[in-house]
């Protein structure tokens, strides 16, 4: 049974979806404001996802994604935001965040989209060895880390370690963003949805360029996303 972090201030929607949760087959703890939730962090083991409300009484949810991503870069987070605002929706994304519901939300589609980052943590959207190396680049799934020459590690996200190694399986290779979007997402693209570009631009930031300055993730317009050689 997965266990679920969710941090949200309006109780009577965390007794909605704690309880939708539950007979979905969820183990669901439920915080109110920041700092029950970085206690939470810092006295538990690891929960398996966290449903992360923006608006939160003792500060922003931002600012609790920021500390997440810092001492927990793999675990998979899912933001929420009743004001459902396009700026809060890039932050979040831009800060790490692997998806984002605009509240109130469907509980279906919030079940959906948990699952879907859930399955990415156990799944492999490709059969790979224990570390891929192309070029300079080493990338250990496994891990989540990516190191460019044996220098300083780099701490990838899910949803970024996802997107890397798929464009890995097939360097030079343009993938469609749909394609990409169902390996690495495990979902399809909705109109208007930004969250692939956002997570590519994240890595893109990562990683650096090649040596020489080329770009190693390139767009072509029409066609997708490769990793260049």
């Not at 969820?26 to 398996?48: I, K, M």
């Not at 965040?97 to 469907?106: E, F, T």
């Not at 890995?168 to 749909?178: F, H």
């Not at 390996?183 to 631009?201: F, N, Q, V």
């Amino acid at each position: 049974m997965s266990t679920i972090l969710l941090v949200d201030d309006d109780q009577e929607l965390s007794e909605l979806l704690s309880s939708w949760l539950s007979q979905e087959g969820f183990n669901l703890h439920a915080c109110f404001d920041t700092q029950s939730a970085r206690e939470y962090l810092d006295r538990n083991p690891e929960p398996d996802a966290v449903i992360l409300d923006v608006m939160l009484p003792d500060g922003n949810g931002l600012q609790l994604l920021r500390k997440v991503r810092a001492e927990h870069p793999q675990l998979p987070v899912v933001m929420l935001s009743a004001r459902g605002e396009p700026t809060d929706r890039i932050i979040g994304l831009e800060l790490g965040a692997d998806d984002y519901l605009a509240k109130p939300c469907d509980p279906r589609e919030l079940t959906a989209r948990l699952r879907a980052v859930l399955r990415r943590t156990v799944s492999s959207p490709v059969a790979t060895p224990s570390t891929i190396s192309v070029g300079d680049l080493q990338y250990s799934p496994a891990r989540g880390v990516a190191n460019i020459n044996d220098q300083e590690d780099i701490d990838l996200t899910l949803s970024e370690g996802r997107i890397l190694e798929a464009l890995l399986a097939a360097p030079g290779e343009p993938i469609d963003k749909q394609q990409l979007a169902l390996l690495a997402l495990d979902r399809k693209l909705t109109l208007y949805d930004r969250s692939l570009d956002m997570h590519i631009s994240n890595l893109r930031r990562k990683l650096g360029p090649h040596a020489d300055d080329k770009p190693r993730i390139v767009a072509l317009r029409g066609r997708g996303y490769f990793y260049s050689l």
